[in-house]
């Protein structure tokens, strides 16, 4: 039968053990700079053991630059007038932080972070109602359309996106029937019905299929006789 101090020191020398290990693999990672590499290895060490504390130093010791790294990142963005690209530096930073201070590392965000991602995503929002605006005066109805897309995942309840959507499909129609796709108008003349209740495109819709189905009576009373 072991004695109960037996087991303990077995405990405890492999606590030392394992410590002694994580120590010596961070700082091999920390020797090639790779401060991604040293972070995310130090929250898998402190996951396994929270009272690791070689992991909690490196994570310490790097996580507050890559932090910033972050955020400058995305105040370049901001100053070239980035705005998409702005605002994923952001969430990015967010959740980076969310994700350090989940492992018991420092406090990174200061509270102001979700304000400044509030604001990227109104940017974000405004660009592209602009640009799906932009897109359907140069009659580029497919961009258009895939524009006011990107602006309802921002902003689900935009009172103009669906309406805006069903205009686009309304002139594709127009330009398909001019080029006797009649099919690919009734199409397009139906997506806006089904968007908007556009009433324009549902006379269209049915004035197409009405001149269609006069057009192949007319040709199969001609192939009976």
Same mark, same amino acid.
């Given at each position: 039968?072991?004695?109960?101090?037996?087991?303990?020191?077995?405990?405890?020398?492999?606590?030392?053990?394992?410590?002694?290990? *994580?120590?010596? &693999?961070?700082? @091999?990672?920390?020797?090639?700079?790779?401060?991604?590499?040293?972070?995310?290895? *130090?929250?898998?060490?402190?996951?396994? !053991?929270?009272?690791?504390?070689?992991?909690?130093?490196?994570? !310490?010791?790097?996580?507050? +630059?890559?932090?910033?790294?972050?955020?400058?990142?995305?105040?370049?963005?901001?100053?070239?007038?980035?705005?998409?690209?702005?605002?994923?530096?952001?969430? &990015?930073?967010?959740? =980076?932080?969310?994700?350090? @201070?989940?492992?018991?590392?420092?406090?990174?965000?200061?509270? +102001? /972070?979700?304000? +400044?991602?509030?604001?990227?995503?109104?940017?974000?929002?405004?660009?592209?109602?602009?640009? %799906?605006?932009?897109?359907?005066?140069?009659?580029?109805? *497919?961009?258009?359309?895939?524009?006011?897309?990107?602006?309802?995942?921002?902003?689900?309840?935009?009172?103009? $996106?669906?309406?805006?959507?069903?205009?686009?499909?309304?002139?594709?129609?127009?330009?398909?029937?001019?080029?006797?796709?009649?099919?690919? $108008?009734?199409?397009?003349?139906?997506?806006?019905?089904? /968007?908007? +209740?556009? !009433?324009? %495109?549902?006379?269209?819709?049915?004035?197409?299929?009405?001149?269609?189905?006069? =057009?192949?009576?007319?040709?199969?009373?001609?192939?009976?006789?």
């Amino acid at each position: 039968m072991k004695h109960p101090g037996t087991a303990l020191s077995l405990a405890l020398l492999l606590a030392l053990s394992c410590a002694a290990s *994580s120590k010596k &693999e961070l700082k @091999q990672l920390a020797r090639t700079g790779d401060g991604e590499a040293v972070v995310e290895r *130090s929250i898998e060490l402190l996951e396994a !053991n929270p009272r690791d504390k070689h992991a909690l130093a490196a994570l !310490n010791a790097w996580a507050g +630059d890559l932090y910033h790294a972050r955020i400058d990142t995305a105040r370049e963005h901001d100053a070239s007038r980035r705005v998409e690209e702005a605002l994923v530096a952001l969430i &990015e930073a967010l959740q =980076f932080a969310e994700k350090v @201070q989940r492992a018991g590392g420092p406090v990174l965000d200061d509270g +102001d /972070l979700k304000h +400044d991602i509030a604001e990227a995503k109104e940017a974000v929002r405004t660009h592209r109602i602009s640009e %799906a605006r932009r897109l359907f005066q140069a009659e580029k109805w *497919s961009e258009s359309i895939h524009m006011w897309t990107l602006v309802q995942k921002i902003d689900p309840s935009n009172a103009d $996106a669906q309406s805006a959507m069903a205009a686009a499909h309304r002139q594709w129609g127009h330009d398909d029937l001019a080029a006797d796709r009649y099919q690919d $108008a009734i199409h397009h003349y139906d997506r806006a019905v089904f /968007l908007h +209740d556009d !009433n324009e %495109a549902r006379a269209w819709s049915a004035a197409v299929h009405a001149a269609l189905g006069r =057009f192949w009576l007319f040709h199969g009373s001609c192939r009976a006789a």
